[in-house]
């Protein structure tokens, strides 16, 4: 759905994030916005998702953008939230709108679907025309995201996949391999064989050194 499809002349928003604080906040800022409406709120990723795929409350549209927090307590997280969205029959837009990052939360919610990528300090004025843009189709990355982005094609050999990303992050969080082969449904072999390639492209020997060397480039959030 896009900007021009939406029902009537608002732009219709919905909002995903587990702290009521922010909810309020943001709430009130899109209630002061012209032209934009507030649809409906969630507190965790499946409800996001559901909402992402009802009809409007008794019109039968749905949102034009989501605006989705990555980390979201229990259940799914904004990136696999982003995805399920992203795959609905008619998705709407996403913009992420987050505290975190690092690398490999930004390339997970990229890869997810996400059309922008805001940080919670972005200026007000900001986010509501990073939300009209979204809604238009257009990317929206906020500087340090973009940044990281381009570093990254730089260097590619050196840089982690999601996955390398995500198993660094569960052995900084105190995880075994054997832990974090049952987490991610693999085999512990090929937890170490993706930790091989870990230390390979960071430079570093030991698990130690990898997540500390993974949190001075950004890759971990600290």
């Known amino acids: 759905m896009t900007e021009s499809d939406s029902h009537g002349s608002d732009l219709r928003v919905l909002l995903v994030d587990d702290h009521p604080i922010v909810r309020t906040g943001l709430r009130a800022l899109l209630a002061a916005s012209p032209g934009v409406t507030l649809v409906g709120e969630a507190p965790d990723g499946e409800r996001g998702v559901a909402l992402a795929g009802a009809a409007g409350e008794g019109d039968g549209v749905g949102p034009d953008v989501v605006l989705m927090d990555l980390q979201l307590g229990a259940g799914i997280d904004g990136a696999e939230a982003t995805r399920r969205i992203r795959a609905l029959p008619e998705p709407p837009r996403v913009l992420v709108l987050t505290t975190y990052d690092t690398d490999a939360d930004i390339v997970r919610a990229i890869e997810a679907g996400a059309t922008g990528y805001l940080l919670k300090d972005a200026e007000p004025a900001d986010l509501l025309a990073a939300i009209r843009a979204a ?16 570093s990254r094609m730089r260097e590619p050999d050196r840089n982690l996949t999601p996955r390398e990303a995500e198993i660094v992050q569960l052995v900084a969080d105190g995880h075994a391999n054997r832990a974090i082969a049952k987490r991610l449904f693999v085999t512990e072999a090929t937890v170490k064989s993706h930790l091989v390639h870990v230390f390979g492209k960071l430079g570093v020997e030991s698990r130690t050194a990898a997540v500390a060397e993974a949190r001075r480039r950004g890759i971990l959030r600290a």
């Open 135 to 150: 809604a238009r189709g257009e990317t929206v990355l906020a500087p340090p995201v973009a940044s990281r982005l381009v």
